[in-house]
């Protein structure tokens, strides 16, 4: 089974600070995905990359950045933390399921608060 | 402009009964549709998917139908368990394997004792 681990479950931060949230695959997909989840707006993709050094924007980029330098490590860094952007944050990576769809896979998910 | 739409925020079902859940899309361009359901503080978990070239896929209890001339696709329990009071997400996606994955809102499942 693939997995997706995103190191912290749970953060509290500041306005301003700098947060960095990380996320791994173990099955060598090349894409990965960054979404947030608010109560009554579903998943919104904030960034993905399709390879290695390789980025492109969501609907929701402003505010985020990401790093990818790493076959299995996707980060996502948000320079200067805002109140606007406590939720809960999810990691993906795809695959492909028997019927050759494009199935996501997600991490447990990251819930920041910003103070 | 939301490109696929769970227009309904929740929905209670009957324990033992049938669950449906809909969900429409706009661009005749997406290939493959998938459902997710999610519980709280977890991550979405992969449900079922059907290709466009399908009408129907069933997995156990879970049955996905979609209509490309009405751009409609749904998702059917049945029995609905307790265990299926969740979020369930629809999403499409192009034939690209690049391009990205579009989810619809959600609609909240309660099953109902």
């Known amino acids: 089974d693939v997995k997706v681990t995103q190191s912290s479950r749970y953060l509290v931060k500041r306005t301003g600070e700098k947060v960095f949230l990380e996320c791994v695959q173990d099955m060598d997909h090349e894409n990965m995905f960054w979404y947030r989840q608010d109560p009554g707006l579903g998943l919104r993709l904030i960034y993905f990359s399709y390879d290695v050094k390789m980025k492109e924007k969501g609907d929701i980029p402003e505010g985020y950045s990401v790093s990818r330098e790493k076959k299995e490590r996707f980060s996502l860094i948000l320079e200067s933390a805002s109140t606007n952007q406590t939720s809960m944050y999810l990691c993906a990576s795809r695959g492909s399921d028997v019927a050759g769809a494009n199935v996501l896979t997600f991490g447990a998910g990251s819930r920041l608060t910003v103070l | 402009d939301q490109q696929v739409k769970q227009n309904s925020p929740s929905l209670s079902v009957q324990e033992g009964r049938i669950s449906i859940l809909n969900c429409d899309y706009t661009?005749?361009?997406?290939?493959?549709f998938l459902w997710y359901k999610k519980y709280p503080a977890e991550g979405p978990t992969f449900l079922i998917s059907?290709?466009?070239?399908?009408d129907k896929n069933e997995d156990g209890r879970f049955t996905v139908f979609l209509n490309k001339s009405a751009k409609h696709l749904s998702l059917h329990i049945v029995p609905s368990q307790p265990g299926d009071s969740a979020v369930y997400f629809c999403a499409a996606s192009p034939m690209n394997r690049d391009d990205k994955i579009i989810f619809g809102k959600g609609t909240r499942l309660h099953i109902l004792p």
């Open positions: 661009n005749s361009m997406f290939d493959y």
């Open positions: 059907i290709s466009s070239i399908k």
